[in-house]
């Protein structure tokens, strides 16, 4: 008898000296599309003795699809999710001790709350366990959070992108715009610089035979010969026909 009343109080002072911190997340859909809404059911179970402060549902804020967008220029972005009244209203979204409502089961309290997220980014989404805030009184305090389950934010069925490769687009009217100067410049361009070979061709052509001219006429014209040279020239023929 003695053995048993021994057992039992050292079973007592050990449950009242550890005890364990079990915390855990779960969702009403864990696929969703986008824009889409989904339930998140929350739950903690504590040791009745053990006196609890807040919850922090801060790291909420930071989701981050395990799936990266292979075209994303950003790092470190988190999902844009709007969350219900009732955990958006706290700051910093961490609800006090006097928001707490426990139930006892057992040894134990139990905290469950349900509060509502919707999606703004697609991707995979593991939410991480809240932070509890408490205050050990000497216990021994062993934190479990149980891992939570993956959530899927999908693009919507009914949008998708068509193959527009097949599909004969309709022949829309030919629009007709008026004429203006600038439509003309290369016809303008094309007949200038034709004008321009044109009179340089001339030019060569006038020069070529300006120049045979000249040559022509210095060829015809006979040569003036000095009175004196030519009254010489006569005295030396007389000269030589001794005549003279």
């Known amino acids: 008898m003695k053995l048993l009343h021994t ?3 050292v079973h ?36 009745a003795n053990l006196k609890v402060q807040s919850i922090d549902f801060s790291n909420l804020d ?27 209203g706290y700051k910093n979204k961490t609800i006090p001790i006097n928001d707490l409502a426990f139930t006892k089961v057992g040894i134990n309290q ?29 216990l021994t305090v062993e934190e479990i959070n149980v891992q939570n389950k993956m959530l899927l934010v999908t693009p919507p069925q009914h949008i998708t992108n068509p193959d527009t490769t097949q599909l004969i687009l309709p022949i829309e009217d030919i629009l007709e715009e008026p004429d203006t100067w600038k439509d003309y410049l290369p016809y303008i361009y ?35 010969i000095p009175p004196q040279v030519l009254a010489l020239s006569k005295l030396e023929a007389l000269a030589n026909e001794q005549l003279w």
């Open 7 to 9: 057992i039992l109080l």
């Open 12 to 47: 007592v002072c050990v449950s009242f000296s550890w005890g364990q911190i079990i915390s855990k997340l779960d969702y009403s859909r864990d696929s969703i599309n986008l824009g889409e809404q989904t339930a998140f059911i929350y739950e903690i179970s504590i040791p």
């Open 62 to 88: 930071s989701l981050q699809s395990k799936v990266d967008a292979q075209d994303s220029l950003l790092q470190n972005y988190y999902a844009e999710v709007e969350w219900s009244e009732n955990l958006s």
């Open 110 to 138: 139990v905290f469950r709350d349900t509060f509502y997220g919707t999606f703004w980014d697609f991707g995979i989404y593991i939410p991480e366990n809240p932070k509890i805030n408490y205050s050990s009184n000497g």
């Open 190 to 224: 094309i007949l200038t610089g034709i004008i321009l070979l044109s009179l340089l061709i001339i030019f060569i052509i006038r020069s070529s035979r300006q120049h045979e001219d000249s040559a022509k006429v210095m060829e015809d014209l006979e040569p003036i």
